[in-house]
Nanobody
Framework: QVQLVESGGGLVQPGGSLRLSCAAS????????MGWYRQAPGKQRELVAT???????NYADSVKGRFTISRDNAKNTVYLQMNILKPEDTAVYYC?????????WGQGTQVTVSS
């Protein structure tokens, strides 16, 4: 079973940048669609960005133009580059892999945007 290990979360000032990484322990990583979701306290989990095995991307309107999802299949890793961060981006960010029809989730990593 694929397992996801996240890194890169932390504290950043408004307007700053942060890059999240999600490494998958699975040799067939290249065929999976991957995504990033986030959940703020008291809020529902929401989609941030997705990327298919073919490299097609999709973004939530709130992050378009600021966030970029990418993948490196040779490293079994998906990234989320976050620029021009805002306090409202503060949330726990979760990595997701769509394995066939099943969603596999990472443990989440805290991103806090504050001055």
């Amino acid at each position: 079973q694929v397992q996801l290990v996240e890194s890169g979360g932390g504290l950043v000032q408004p307007g700053g940048s942060l890059r999240l990484s999600c490494a998958a322990s699975e040799i067939m990583f290249s065929v999976y669609s991957m995504g990033w979701y986030r959940q703020a306290p008291g809020k529902q989990r929401e989609l941030v960005a997705t990327i298919t095995s073919g490299g097609s991307t999709n973004y939530a309107d709130s992050v378009k133009g600021r966030f970029t999802i990418s993948r490196d299949n040779a490293k079994n890793t998906v990234y989320l580059q976050m620029n021009i961060l805002k306090p409202e981006d503060t949330a726990v960010y979760y990595c997701n892999a769509m394995v066939f029809t099943t969603f596999i989730w990472g443990q989440g990593t805290q991103v806090t945007v504050s001055s």
